[in-house]
């Protein structure tokens, strides 16, 4: 199996995930430096080649996580 060099996490999704997902601390504090509101992510599915703009507030992917998940 190939190892990525980009850092990634898996985390759980429960009920309500919709609506935003945390950041886990391990990952945060390790990969995530400066000004953590605001910073823009580009989630990708290993299904498609689409891709979706996610907002990343505080600890917290928030605006446009809505449209990844339900796609």
Partial sequence: ?????????????LPGFQTGLNIPI??????????T???RWT???????????VLQEERRLT????EFTEA
């Fill in 37 to 39: 509101t605001g910073n």
């Fill in 63 to 66: 605006r446009g996580w809505k």
């Fill in 1 to 13: 199996m190939a190892h990525s060099h980009q850092p990634h996490f898996c985390q759980p999704l």
């Fill in 26 to 35: 391990s990952f945060f504090s390790r990969h995530i430096h400066g000004n």
């Fill in 43 to 53: 989630l990708r599915s290993d299904a498609t080649d689409n891709t979706w703009e």
